[in-house]
């Protein structure tokens, strides 16, 4: 047998820790199926096949207050989160259970959401009620557990997005559901590679924990820092005032509405789709636009250190640009004056976004005029000092975010490698 150690770094500094995976070094003997190759002691069989009970929901008359406000946890597709029920927000009592058409799910089993949010699933973690946008599964635990079941119809629920039937509301029928091929290893090596993928959840999950920490902390800070309610010491007699941005931002650049036809220039042309932290570089897909199309269009320009803010829809959605270019008709350009950092103003703007809500003018789509811009006041210290400090403890914040982020990401590659090659028999692990 082959060992393979695949080290876990959290981004807390903790220390490192290790999940060793034993490999078969012999030479595995597969065979074609019609879900792909396998290995040879694999078998294929319909989910129908390996499960004892499929059972579908229901919702509760509301009329009825005898169904509802009881103990029992009532859930719908709406209350799924990432393989996890992320909240309850009805309960129901026995009598719905004995007289609708709800039904109780034993711990343990499979909930599939099969209409409205097709794909989404986890395995209950107490005896549940559902809706009619609720499956649930039952196994053989003879056959599969329900741990594997979940593993793969998870890495497969591009697949279950296609079973899809209805128009008006669409949706798995519990046939279909039968019908899906399901791949069965023998019963160790399924808990085994249960085992391993939940090592990679937890990691995941660990790290999503420290992420929105991380967030929580910063937004406190902004709250703080942002309106003088916290002060560093060597600042306190510098007063702080409520300005108009007119009053800190020496230019408000609009951009033209007509879109260029030719967007093969080297002038980047950017959407809100390109938008990725606190800078802007670039077009993701790399359109622009010539000097030519500028000057023939009359299109404008954000300098290198204009602070861009969406003004429609997206409303306080920001990013500080590091080369000069051009925008859709959806931002507004702010450059600061003098002995006033962008960075601070990009925080100030980002930490205003729902009071940039509230004001706009727009009825279906929210839109705020260069106009309402202008005299939109935020509080602001004229030390730029002050400001500095403030801009680089929270981007401190930011890089510690960004770091974590980009760990999850690695965290999730690994993980949807290893559900490819342990779930497809690929990868053999070893089984005492």
Do not use: H
């Not at 279950?160 to 519990?174: K, P």
């Not at 959605?317 to 702010?334: D, H, R, S």
């Not at 703007?349 to 005299?375: D, H, P, Q, V, W």
């Amino acid at each position: 047998m082959m060992r393979k150690t695949i080290f876990l770094k959290p981004e807390n500094g903790s220390n490192e820790r290790s999940f060793s995976i034993e490999m078969s070094k012999k030479e595995e003997k597969y065979i074609q199926t019609g879900i792909g190759m396998i290995p040879a002691d694999w078998l294929v069989t319909r989910l129908g096949n390996i499960c004892v009970k499929f059972t579908n929901g229901g919702t509760p008359s509301t009329k009825n207050t005898n169904f509802w406000n009881g103990k029992i946890p009532w859930i719908t597709g709406a209350d799924f989160g990432d393989q996890k029920i992320s909240s309850i927000r009805r309960y129901i009592s026995k009598d719905a259970l004995k007289n609708s058409s709800t039904n109780l799910i034993p711990q343990g089993s499979l909930l599939i959401v099969t209409r409205t949010g097709v794909g989404k699933m986890t395995i209950a973690p107490f005896d549940v009620a559902i809706s009619q946008d609720i499956t649930g599964v039952e196994v053989n635990d003879r056959y599969i557990t329900s741990d594997f079941l979940f593993r793969f119809l998870d890495y497969n629920k591009n697949r279950l997005s296609q079973l899809n039937q209805g128009t008006s509301i669409s949706g798995i029928t519990r046939d279909v559901l039968m019908d899906i091929n399901i791949i069965l290893p023998p019963l160790p090596e399924q808990r085994k590679i249960a085992t391993i993928l939940q090592t990679w959840d937890k990691a995941i999950a660990q790290t999503q924990k420290l992420i929105d920490a991380k967030e929580k902390l910063k937004k406190g800070l902004m709250q703080k820092l942002l309106t003088g309610e916290v002060r560093f010491k060597e600042f306190k007699k510098e007063k702080w005032i409520k300005l108009p941005l007119r009053d800190i931002v020496s230019e408000f650049i609009v951009p033209m509405r007509d879109k260029p036809v030719d967007l093969s220039g080297n002038i980047p042309w950017c959407r809100i789709e390109d938008f990725n932290g606190k800078y802007l570089y670039e077009s993701k897909t790399r359109q622009g636009v010539s000097k030519g199309t500028v000057k023939e269009m009359n299109l404008k320009v954000y300098p290198i250190g204009t602070v861009l803010v969406s003004c429609s829809a997206y409303l306080g959605v920001c990013a500080i640009t590091k080369t000069e270019l051009v925008t859709n008709q959806t931002f507004i350009g702010l450059v600061p004056m003098k002995n006033v950092k962008d960075e601070f103003i990009y925080y100030q703007m980002s930490f205003n976004s729902k009071n940039l809500n509230k004001i706009s003018s727009g009825t279906t789509i929210a839109y705020l005029s260069r106009e309402e811009f202008e005299k939109f006041e935020i509080s602001f210290t004229k030390n730029i000092n002050e400001q500095d400090k403030i801009v680089r403890l929270l981007s401190m914040c930011d890089d510690e975010i960004i770091g974590l982020n980009s760990g999850l990401e690695k965290l999730r590659k690994q993980k949807e490698g290893l559900m490819q090659q342990l779930l497809s028999g690929k990868k053999r692990v070893k089984v005492k």
